[in-house]
């Protein structure tokens, strides 16, 4: 669609009129549409590759879609009595039930390495999955171990009060700034007072008042309950706030890679009050410095924006890190784009930022606005954030956590059909980047068996971008203009593209296959 509204003109004037509702219904549909197409198209082609895999054995295969080699989690379906084993070895990969149904069961995977824009292949075989062990909470003040990190909750509220890097030493969790980590806050206030129609929430304008809010926390509802699986720890805590009479938070410490991932499921009530909502990730590093990733740079809000740039949220490509003396930290918001730095917007419009304490607000919800869009925000929504740390740790390595985290491993079951079978059993890539580079789009070109490959340089120094094909010969390539004409030559041979780059450049490569397959 190209219509830039959810809702009708006049929301809150008349948020149950029929133009209202039918508008917020048409919109919701649209985007649900394309959803389920580009889910649709997303496991027909799938499917297409998984025929092609040289196998007679029933399994599941996994796919990666960036341009680097992946580990990680898969989630899959299998019989009460099935295990997965990977062909290359013989031997079973770390899986566990995480819910058993009448006849098969949820279960959750790790890989040790998918290949760059390709796929892998395990074997269905005869087995007893594990269901994870249950460990008991002892008291308010217990700890979790992981293998990277050592967690503590608040026995209040449930947030985390305590996040050790058991590398480093370091408690990640600035408990000076009066937040916890991942504290969900509801945000209330910002109605019109004083007899103005408006506040500061919204503009700018110094005649208007600064509105009233006030931070409502969390309390816990429920004992937590800690599980052990092969592949982590995972710790479920219910909670509540004010308009939100359940939140569910799953957090998974893993024994794979250092990554905490962290899911808050959040049942809200609707109401026509104004309302802002966030969850708090007051980070402890000295001397911190704060960036945050856009479409195809970092940006550091203290230094790279211009005279009059909004600095009361700011728009996350997924990424942001907090550089510190001592330690970094990298966190990805999966779900929810707008952040604030240091506090939440309370209407001030401030003509700079300092970065003082580190505070990331992922700012999930609000309903200031008031054209076009809806006036109430109810039902469940789900947002997922991960975190990693360390004194090494670069924008690099969290640029391509974010992408993977996005973008996840997408499995499909593999059943034997009776098409030419071309494709190795223990797994196969088509095309990996170098450290640092990523892969924005393939397509077909305007000339036969050519394809257009545009590629970013994600680092914040200049790289020799090179692109390695595993599966296909090239027999031409050349640097193209962003439609595919060509505008210059680069270094290639059969298997190997090379081109320098500079800082967060984008260039658009067309190369032309040979021997294509039919």
């Given amino acids: 669609t190209d219509c830039y509204v959810w809702s009708d003109a006049q929301p809150f004037n008349r948020p149950y009129s029929a133009r209202t509702r039918q508008g917020e219904v048409a919109h919701r549909a649209w985007a649900k549409a394309g959803l389920l197409q580009s889910w649709d198209l997303r496991m027909a082609a799938m499917d297409k590759i998984a025929e092609l895999i040289r196998t007679d054995n029933f399994g599941a295969v996994v796919f990666n879609s960036e341009a680097w080699p992946q580990k990680g989690y898969f989630d899959f379906e299998l019989e009460p009595d099935e295990i997965l084993e990977d062909p290359a070895n013989q031997k079973p990969i770390p899986c566990a039930s995480r819910k058993t149904f009448d006849k098969y069961r949820d279960v959750r995977c790790w890989t040790d390495g998918v290949p760059a824009l390709g796929y892998k292949f395990y074997s269905i075989k005869k087995g007893n999955m594990p269901d994870g062990e249950s460990v008991t909470w002892t008291d308010a003040d217990a700890s979790v171990e992981g293998r990277y990190y050592r967690l503590q909750l608040d026995p209040h509220s449930g947030a985390i009060s305590h996040l050790i890097d058991k590398e480093t030493g370091k408690d990640l969790v600035n408990s000076q700034t009066g937040y916890l980590m991942n504290e969900y806050l509801y945000v209330s206030g910002g109605d019109p007072i004083h007899g103005h129609s408006d506040n500061r929430l919204l503009s700018a304008a110094p005649t208007l008042p600064i509105p009233n809010l006030t931070i409502n926390r969390q309390t816990m509802t429920e004992t937590p309950e800690v599980r052990r699986y092969p592949w982590g720890t995972v710790i479920t805590i219910h909670t509540r706030a004010i308009n939100t009479p359940q939140i569910v938070t799953s957090i998974t410490l893993s024994e794979m890679n250092k990554l905490i991932t962290i899911q808050n499921e959040v049942s809200k009530t609707s109401t026509l009050k104004k309302e802002g909502v966030y969850f ?210 680069v270094n290639w041979n059969a298997r190997e593209i090379a081109v320098p780059m500079a800082q967060y450049d984008v260039k658009t490569l067309v190369v032309r296959l040979k021997g294509l397959p039919e």
């Fill in 280 to 489: 708090a990730y007051p980070f402890a590093v000295q001397k911190p410095r704060v960036l945050y990733q856009d479409a195809t740079a970092w940006v550091n809000p203290e230094t790279d924006m211009l005279p009059g740039a909004n600095r009361q949220w700011f728009t996350t490509q997924g990424g942001v890190f907090v550089n510190g003396q001592d330690e970094n930290v990298g966190l990805v918001t999966v779900d929810a784009p707008l952040v604030t730095f240091e506090d939440i917007n309370r209407g001030l419009w401030p003509d700079s930022i300092g970065i003082r304490q580190g505070t990331v607000f992922s700012y999930v919800m609000n309903n200031y606005w008031y054209v076009d869009t809806p006036a109430q925000q109810g039902g469940t929504f789900t947002f997922r954030y991960a975190l990693t740390s360390g004194r090494d740790l670069s924008m690099s390595e969290v640029s391509r956590i974010a992408a993977e985290q996005r973008t996840g491993l997408p499995t499909i079951r593999h059943a034997h059909k009776q098409w030419k079978q071309i494709l190795p059993e223990t797994g196969a890539g088509l095309l990996s980047a170098s450290p640092g580079v990523d892969i924005l789009t393939i397509r077909p070109g305007f000339e036969p068996d050519t394809y257009l490959i545009r590629i970013h340089n994600a680092a914040a120094q200049a790289v020799e971008a090179k692109l390695h094909f595993s599966l296909l010969d090239l027999s031409a390539a050349y640097l193209g203009s962003a439609l595919g004409e060509r505008i210059g030559p």
